[in-house]
């Protein structure tokens, strides 16, 4: 068994409740970091070799380095809880089970920032978390750990949550930040980054909500301790959230450096695929990353076990490669339609797309309709070369990344499953669009 | 803003309203809107008309452009009037994967409504949505502020037979017990 360093105390009764929290060791991170001085704080956070875990995977005690400190202006620790990207829901599901967690770690993480009044910023349709979490806030005022002098420490911190109402876009932090200015989540031109000019153009840093959370164990063990679970640079704990295809869909705490193949196969995990059948492929760290077949997710090309690490997942490049990303890892089996599937990412992407660039407002609406005319049995060799053309003109000439989130899936899936979509335009009663309709076992046939 | 219809917010929404707007710093109260937004639609049924959102505009003296252009960004905010109960059933990949265009298809039958019709009744919206961070739980929708997961059409019979039973007042995402 890995160790788990977040999920620890998971399952424990109550543990959403600040008392059972606290029994458990809840806010003794807080009281320790009270202690140290900020600065040594972000040296911990350093020295943990902790990459931001909202997908681009930015070392976090270099990210808190970077705040700006003008003398004068107050600055803000902001928590990404947008949770949207397709494939994720490990945010969601530690905060509804340990909300006092993520609470100690933006109180960490705002005493190591010097920041007294920190927002979460949680996606609007999660509103009952919404709940969840003002509750927890509440009783950690009441308790003294939010407030005036916390925890007698002469640090005066303030926490808000703040909700979304639905719109991916805000998950990127410029946009994010928009939005938590009550306005479209615009995705803002950088420079000026937000570690500069961020909220109410004050220094903000923006962090995931495990990258947060994960600010609470590498204080309480030292940064140091972390650092020696993992492989290489891809040190610590991952949640993962797998689903799809599998027997056993759901949240897991991984030691980053184990075999993909152990993830997907073994019963501490995924349990191996649905039914019995075989893996067709693998979607590794969220919608936005490469689709990789089957012999390119288990082993590299050089014929090496994969690992779940930054590292070996990007093995490759894009050629061969994907990336860790979120940790939203998806699973299709063998009869899965890998155009059907990624037509309904190209839709999301274009249904998200916030429209201030030509090459994504544009080219994710021609990718949906293209993919969606293959399917429909009309398609044509050139479109498949058409959708190629698109997805190579949208990358590098956007704002924000959105722009490549919609591209790669599309570039991969032609990479990778070029005879499909092939076989789609010549052969169109090969298409299969319901391959999915048994699995919902009480399905009446005329229903699919 | 048509002073005959003037809408107001409850006692208990507005001082809700209040301890949002507290929130913010001082000359920043503007970022209460899209939270304020939410419970506009909760006590205006469901839907932000024009008059709504120029009473939101209001509650944060801010001009109504700056709430209209908001609103009309963000999926939640319903510009039209939809049905009691919004039926948002996630139709992105992973919840492809295990089966949601067999649940879009049976409610649609059920209900005889497409994807974003209402029936004539009142009663239900259906709408498709983007992922809802429930991909292991898959298929999934949401009602109000509920997540119905692992769905199978007979919990789906289930669920529209409860809500056909139960609702009476709009179900928003912002549940109205929460304004207190
Ligand atoms: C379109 C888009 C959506 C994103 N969505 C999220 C999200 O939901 N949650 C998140 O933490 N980061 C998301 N990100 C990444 C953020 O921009 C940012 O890198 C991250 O919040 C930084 O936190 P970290 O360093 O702790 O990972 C998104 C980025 C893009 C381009
Ligand atoms: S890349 Fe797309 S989502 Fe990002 S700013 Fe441009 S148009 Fe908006
Ligand atoms: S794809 Fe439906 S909840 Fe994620």
């Known amino acids: 068994m890995g160790r788990k360093l977040l999920t620890e105390n998971i399952n424990v009764p109550g543990i959403q409740s600040l008392d059972v929290y606290r029994k458990h060791g809840g806010y003794d991170g807080l009281k320790k970091a009270l202690g140290m001085s900020p600065d040594a ?16 995977g930015f070392p976090t005690g270099m990210k808190w380095s970077f705040l700006a400190k003008p003398d004068g202006v107050p600055r803000h620790l902001v928590c990404n809880a947008d949770e949207s990207e397709p494939g994720t829901f490990k945010d969601r599901y530690m905060m509804e089970r340990i909300p006092h967690l993520l609470i100690e770690g933006m109180a960490i993480g705002s005493f190591a920032l010097g920041a007294n009044t920190s927002y979460i910023y949680i996606r609007g349709e999660l509103l009952y978390v919404f709940h969840i979490l003002q509750k927890a806030i509440d009783e950690a005022y009441a308790a003294g750990l939010l407030g005036k002098n916390i925890m007698g420490s002469g640090f005066d911190f303030d926490l808000h949550v703040h909700c979304g109402a639905g719109a991916y876009i805000c998950g990127e932090e410029t946009a994010l930040i928009e939005s938590l200015e009550g306005k479209r989540g615009n995705p803002r031109i950088k420079p000026p980054f937000p570690a500069i000019q961020g909220l109410w153009q004050r220094p903000t840093v923006v962090n995931n909500v495990e990258s947060v959370m994960a600010v609470v164990p590498i204080v309480k063990m030292g940064g140091d301790e972390y650092a020696k679970i993992g492989v290489g640079k891809s040190t610590g704990t991952k949640l993962i959230s797998a689903c799809g295809h599998i027997n056993k869909p759901g949240v897991y705490e991984i030691e980053l450096g184990i075999p993909v193949e152990e993830f997907i196969y073994s019963d501490e995990y995924c349990g191996g695929i649905r039914n019995g059948k075989d893996l067709k492929a693998v979607v590794a760290g969220g919608s936005s990353v490469p689709i990789l077949p089957k012999d390119l997710i288990l082993k590299l090309a050089n014929g090496e076990p994969r690992l779940m690490t930054y590292e070996s997942l990007s093995d490759g490049g894009f050629i061969t490669g994907t990336m860790l990303g979120s ?122 | 803003m048509n002073n005959e219809n003037k809408l107001k917010f409850s006692n208990e929404a507005l001082a809700l309203s209040q301890r949002m707007i507290k929130r913010y710093p001082e000359g920043k109260q503007k970022s209460a809107l899209i939270p304020l937004l939410h419970v506009a639609q909760a006590e205006f049924g469901g839907w932000l008309s024009s008059d709504a959102m120029d009473y939101v505009a209001s509650l944060l003296n801010i001009t109504p452009i700056e709430v209209y252009e908001v609103a009309s960004f963000y999926s939640m905010f319903n510009l039209k009037p939809v049905g009691k109960c919004v039926i948002e059933v996630c139709h992105t990949g992973p919840c492809w994967l295990l089966g949601s265009d067999d649940i879009v298809k049976y409610i649609e039958k059920k209900l005889s409504i497409k994807a974003g019709q209402t029936t004539a009744d009142g009663m239900f919206t259906l709408k498709t949505v983007e992922c809802l961070a429930s991909c292991g739980t898959a298929p999934m929708m949401q009602i109000g502020e509920t997540y119905h997961e692992n769905l199978t059409l007979e919990k789906v019979d289930n669920i529209i037979h409860e809500c056909r039973a139960t609702v009476v007042e709009p179900v928003s995402h912002w549940s109205k017990k929460e304004i207190k």
């Open chain 1, 41 to 56: 704080i972000v040296e911990e956070v350093k020295k943990s070799g902790l990459r931001g875990r909202g997908g681009a």
């Open chain 1, 327 to 448: 940790g939203g890892f998806i699973v299709m089996d063998e009869d899965t339609s890998v155009v059907k599937n990624l037509y309904t990412f190209s839709r999301f992407y274009h249904h998200e797309s916030c429209g201030q660039c030509s090459p994504c407002r544009e080219g994710t609406g021609w990718m949906e309709k293209v993919l969606h005319k293959i399917l429909d049995g009309h398609g044509t060799l050139e479109d498949v070369d058409l959708l190629w053309d698109i997805q190579s003109k949208i990358e590098g000439k956007t704002i924000c990344p959105l722009g490549e989130a919609a591209a790669w899936p599309v570039a991969s899936a032609i990479r990778h499953f070029r005879s499909e979509f092939e076989e789609y335009v010549k052969n169109p009663s090969s298409i299969k669009k319901d391959n999915h309709y048994y699995r919902l076992n009480n399905i009446s046939p005329e229903v699919a």
